[in-house]
T-cell receptor, first 111, second 113 residues
Framework: DAGVIQSPRHEVTEMGQEVTLRCKPI?????LFWYRQTMMRGLELLIY??????IDDSGMPEDRFSAKMPNASFSTLKIQPSEPRDSAVYFC???WGSGYTFGSGTRLTVV | GENVEQHPSTLSVQEGDSAVIKCTYS??????FPWYKQELGKRPQLIID?????GEKKDQRIAVTLNKTAKHFSLHITETQPEDSAVYFC????????????FGKGITLSVRP
């Protein structure tokens, strides 16, 4: 199993541009989580899905953020338009049974 | 909602000594408590977890203890090694392993050779 796969690993974009982060969960895991990590705020849950259905999006900071899970093997997190304060590492994690398995993360820098 | 706090924020120990990292949580309904280790530039990885029906769990050099009355749980690392240097996160959730986790801010452990 290749684990949770995220792409891209690094993204540098200009303020105002659209950014799309991608995640492939572990096959058979029915929960998928998107987290954001910064030095100031630590790991923050943005949104999570169960069986492709969004369950809790209360952590999504603004309407500029949106997430989808069109099928069991793919999810996206989109930021439009991006702002410098969105710079962070974005982790996707999936789960079935016990504990999360995190992806390698996407380091986003908005300049 | 749940609030998880970790103490201290940094910890430095001599190689071979023991390290104890403590967490408190606020929601008495929480019943699942995992610990994650994150090395610099890498993903958080689950190292041990405990459920509310037990008070202690061990796995080789690491152990976790839970005090539900006081709402705190601790990670114990014995015979520390330089490769134990990392950021350690505790977390808590209400309805089991698949529910959303609330993480503490993390503790940076440094093991001096």
């Amino acid at each position: 199993d290749a684990g949770v796969i995220q792409s891209p690993r690094h993204e540098v974009t200009e303020m105002g541009q659209e950014v799309t982060l991608r995640c492939k969960p572990i096959s058979g895991h029915d929960y998928l989580f998107w987290y954001r990590q910064t030095m100031m705020r630590g790991l923050e849950l943005l949104i999570y899905f169960n069986n492709n259905v969004p369950i809790d999006d209360s952590g999504m900071p603004e309407d500029r953020f949106s997430a989808k899970m069109p099928n069991a093997s793919f999810s996206t997190l989109k930021i439009q338009p991006s702002e410098p304060r969105d710079s962070a590492v974005y982790f996707c994690a999936s789960s079935w049974g016990s504990g999360y398995t995190f992806g390698s993360g996407t380091r986003l820098t908005v300049v | 909602g749940e609030n998880v706090e970790q103490h201290p924020s940094t910890l430095s120990v001599q190689e071979g000594d023991s390290a104890v990292i403590k967490c408190t949580y606020s929601d008495s309904a929480s019943n699942y408590f995992p610990w994650y280790k994150q090395e610099l530039g890498k993903r958080p990885q689950l190292i041990i977890d405990i459920r509310s029906n037990v008070g202690e769990k061990k796995d080789q050099r690491i152990a976790v203890t839970l005090n539900k009355t006081a709402k705190h749980f601790s990670l114990h690392i014995t015979e520390t090694q330089p490769e134990d240097s990392a950021v350690y996160f505790c977390a808590a959730s209400q309805t089991g392993a698949n529910s959303k986790l609330t993480f503490g801010k993390g503790i940076t452990l440094s093991v001096r050779p």
